[in-house]
């Protein structure tokens, strides 16, 4: 869909868009080719699009050969992407952050145009539950793309970076000014391509890193408290960790590291 399209649909249907559910509508075709492109997706994928608006990149997914399955928070859009004759898809009108049994582990594909103030948790989410996706594809806005490829030792350093980091490779594909949307956002956008190194990111990794940064500006044992001392003790040895060292200072795969050598401590210790 292009701007024209976009315009005309949107006030024939009396759309106004919500800016509690920060919808901007992407209306270049451009940049839906360029989504799609860098997907990746394969005949036969299973892909999850997140927040399909009124739909101007699930009606070019589904000329693809695959099965979508698209959630949408806003009940009216959801129930006009149902009744759209040219799109081919499962459509959930749920909040994602609430939602569950939706078949995460089936997914290939993650497709998502991400509101700043939820982007976090739902790449969270989207980490712990979507286990085997081999593709993620994010519009976000520029100014977020700190906290997504920041470094140890920096400000926006945290779990958001340090997961995207242990899942692999972090790729802007191309900026999108505010002019590719209706209506036109301040701000510029960008689309980001994920590709996985073939760590698995499960629930409980996340909730480790979270942890560690719970308490950024003490030692990072103080954040590990909630485990077995003498396991943390011992991981922090196998390491090479002094205890002065704060989260902020670790390497993405000195976290993996950590949590591998406390979760298997602990496991081993349940078979006994």
């Known amino acids: 869909m292009n701007r024209e399209a976009t315009v005309t649909y949107i006030k024939q249907h009396g759309i106004l868009p919500e800016s509690k559910f920060g919808q901007n509508f992407l209306c270049d075709e451009t940049v839906i080719a360029s989504i799609i492109e860098s997907a990746g997706i394969r005949p036969g994928d299973r892909v999850l699009e997140i927040g399909p608006g009124i739909g101007a990149l699930t009606r070019e997914l589904t000329k693809l050969e695959i099965s979508l399955v698209c959630v949408e928070i806003d009940k009216r859009l959801a129930g006009l992407l149902r009744d759209d004759q040219e799109i081919d898809a499962e459509v959930i009108d749920q909040d994602y952050l609430k939602l569950k049994d939706y078949g995460a582990e089936t ?21 712990a539950e979507c286990v085997n996706a081999g593709k993620m594809v994010y519009m976000v806005e520029e100014d ?8 140890p030792r920096t400000k926006q350093y945290g779990p958001l970076s ?11 594909v191309t900026k999108v000014p505010g ?3 209706v209506p036109a956002p301040r701000t510029t956008s960008a689309v980001i391509c994920l590709d ?10 996340v909730l480790f890193v979270d942890r560690c940064f719970a308490m950024r500006r003490k030692k990072l ?4 408290k909630c485990y077995d001392t003498e396991t943390v003790d011992k991981a922090y040895e196998a390491q090479g960790f002094t205890d002065n060292v704060r ?10 590291r950590l ?7 602990k496991s081993q210790r349940g078979t006994l």
Do not use: H, Q, W
Not at 247 to 256: G, I, Q
């Open 107 to 127: 997914f290939d594909v993650v497709i998502s145009n991400l509101p700043y103030y939820v982007m976090t948790d739902i790449m969270k989410k989207i980490f």
């Open 144 to 151: 977020a793309l700190e906290r997504i490829t920041a470094s």
């Open 162 to 172: 340090v997961l995207c980091s242990i899942y692999g490779t972090v790729s802007v």
């Open 179 to 181: 002019t590719c949307f």
């Open 196 to 205: 996985p190194a073939g760590n698995k990111i499960s629930r409980e990794l």
């Open 221 to 224: 044992k103080a954040s590990l």
């Open 247 to 256: 989260a902020e200072e670790l390497e993405p795969e000195a976290f993996l």
């Open 259 to 265: 949590y591998n050598d406390i979760i298997n401590a």
